[in-house]
């Protein structure tokens, strides 16, 4: 078990370029989560994958933003035409199956950076 | 509409002494709270949990209390390391909702002092 893994852990880009992070869970969990972190705010809830369904989208999630489960193991999160306002650190989790209620493992983040 | 509230941005106490942190609510179907620490470039890490149905959790150095009726809960850090210098983010969920995603406050910042 080597934890939630995300890559990058940093990246710089352009404003109006197209980013894309992504997320492997702990193998045995389908449950996965996106959530972004701003300096001084909590985790804020983006969206929910339970297996490759995304079963809830926060209002956060912009037209802009995107995110798959194409087979219900790896995730990635799209970003396009990135603005100022998205840099911040996107932060992956995951939940065990089966688990109703319970703690997530979390990623070491992407650090996104807007210029 | 900020639902887990953590009011104290910071806390600074002695290394060996007490430290307590405290967390609000204000979602009454809120029924799991959780615990996290967070150091500088890295994801939140669990710390300790406790559910609706008890008002008292420990593990370790740390015990969780939790005040279902001023909607309230407080971290108990006992004795405080230097090592335990971190933000900490209070949690919670609704149990039976369709995501049962965690909803996090602003975090307090703890500093252990040697």
């Known amino acids: 078990d080597t934890g939630v893994s995300q890559d990058p852990r940093h990246k710089i880009t352009k404003r109006g370029q197209n980013v894309t992070f992504r997320c492997d869970p702990i193998?045995?969990?389908?449950?996965l989560y996106w959530y972004r972190q701003t300096l001084g705010q909590g985790p804020e809830f983006l969206t929910y994958?339970?297996?490759?369904?995304?079963?809830?989208k926060s209002r956060l999630l912009s037209d802009r933003f995107s995110a798959e489960r194409p087979k219900g193991s790896f995730s990635t999160l799209e970003i396009q035409r990135t603005e100022q306002g998205d840099s911040a650190m996107y932060l992956c989790?995951?939940?065990?199956?089966?688990?109703?209620?319970?703690?997530?493992?979390f990623g070491s983040g992407t650090q996104l950076s807007v210029l | 509409d900020q639902q887990v509230k953590q009011n104290s941005p910071s806390l600074s106490v002695q290394e060996g002494r007490i430290s307590i942190l405290n967390c609000d609510y204000t979602?009454?179907?809120?029924?799991?709270f959780l615990w996290y620490k967070k150091y500088p470039a890295e994801g939140p890490t669990f710390l300790i949990s406790?559910?609706?149905?008890?008002d008292k959790n420990e593990d370790g150095r740390f015990t969780v209390f939790l005040n279902k009726s001023a909607k309230h809960l407080s971290l108990h850090i006992v004795p405080s390391q230097p090592g335990d210098s971190a933000v900490y983010f209070c949690?919670?969920?609704?149990?039976?909702?369709?995501?049962?995603?965690?909803?996090f406050g602003t975090g307090t910042l703890l500093a252990v002092q040697p």
């Open positions: 994958f339970q297996n490759e369904a995304q079963l809830e």
């Open positions: 979602n009454s179907m809120f029924d799991y």
């Open positions: 193998s045995e969990h389908n449950r």
């Open positions: 406790i559910s609706s149905i008890k």
């Open positions: 949690a919670a969920s609704a149990y039976g909702g369709a995501t049962n995603k965690l909803i």
């Open positions: 989790a995951s939940r065990e199956t089966g688990s109703a209620a319970g703690k997530l493992f």
